[in-house]
C-alpha cells in the first residue's frame, strides 16, 4: 500500500504526541494538503529566500520549441495521463532536438532528464549515448544495489546524463546536478 499521510498517522502517531512535519511540496497533486493533519505553518522558506541566501543557485530556463501538439493529451487530477503523453512526446526525433539543445546549451553539465515513463527514459538515455554523452538510466524497478551505484556514479562525475522517470522527485539530492532537462 501507498504510505499515504493518513498510513503514517494511524500508524505511528498517538493522543499527547506531539507532531511535526516538513514537506517540499505544499501544494500536492492530489489535492491533499498539510492543513488536514496540522493545525499551523510555523515556517516558510520560499525558493526565492532560498536563492537570495545563497542556499540555491538561482534559476535559468530555457524553452525549446518541439513543434508537438500535446492539447489533445487529457488530463487526470490535474496532471496529463501518463500514457497518452508519452506517446505525444517519446518520439525519437523530439529526443534528438532535447539532446542537441542540452548539447548547444548545457553541454558536459551533470544533467537529471525528467522523462514521462520508462520507455521514455531509457529512450532518452540511449538518445544521448548515440549522440556521444555517456548516459545512464534509473526507474523505479531499478534493483536497489544497481540504484546506489548508479546514483554514486552520477554524484562522482562518471557520466554526465541520468535519465529516469518518478525517482528524482523526492529526497534525492545530488549537489553536482547543474542541469534539469524536462522531457
Given at each position: 500500500k501507498a504510505l499515504t499521510y493518513s498510513r503514517v498517522l494511524e500508524h505511528f502517531y498517538r493522543p499527547g504526541d506531539l507532531l511535526t512535519g516538513y514537506t517540499a511540496t505544499v501544494r500536492r497533486s492530489d489535492s491533499v494538503g498539510l492543513e488536514k493533519f496540522f493545525d499551523d505553518i510555523c515556517y516558510s522558506y520560499p525558493i526565492r529566500a532560498a536563492i537570495d541566501d545563497a542556499w540555491l543557485v538561482p534559476l535559468r530556463a530555457f524553452h525549446v520549441e518541439t513543434g508537438i501538439d500535446i492539447d489533445?493529451?487529457?488530463?487526470?487530477?490535474?496532471?496529463?495521463?501518463?500514457?497518452?503523453?508519452?506517446?505525444?512526446?517519446?518520439?525519437?526525433?523530439?529526443?534528438?532536438?532535447?539532446?542537441?539543445?542540452?548539447?548547444?546549451?548545457?553541454?558536459?553539465?551533470?544533467?537529471?532528464v525528467f522523462c514521462v515513463?520508462?520507455?521514455?527514459?531509457?529512450?532518452?538515455?540511449?538518445?544521448?549515448?548515440?549522440?556521444?554523452?555517456?548516459?545512464?538510466?534509473v526507474v523505479g524497478t531499478t534493483p536497489k544495489d544497481e540504484r546506489a551505484n548508479l546514483v554514486k556514479g552520477f554524484r562522482d562525475g562518471a557520466f554526465p546524463v541520468m535519465t529516469g522517470v518518478g525517482v528524482f522527485t523526492e529526497g534525492f539530492d545530488a549537489p553536482p546536478t547543474s542541469c534539469i532537462l524536462m522531457t
Open positions: 489533445h493529451v487529457k488530463k487526470r487530477k490535474g496532471d496529463f495521463a501518463k500514457d497518452e503523453l508519452a506517446k505525444a512526446v517519446n518520439l525519437q526525433e523530439r529526443n534528438a532536438l532535447a539532446v542537441r539543445s542540452y548539447l548547444d546549451t548545457v553541454a558536459g553539465r551533470p544533467c537529471l515513463d520508462v520507455e521514455h527514459a531509457y529512450a532518452m538515455a540511449e538518445c544521448f549515448r548515440e549522440a556521444g554523452v555517456e548516459a545512464e538510466t
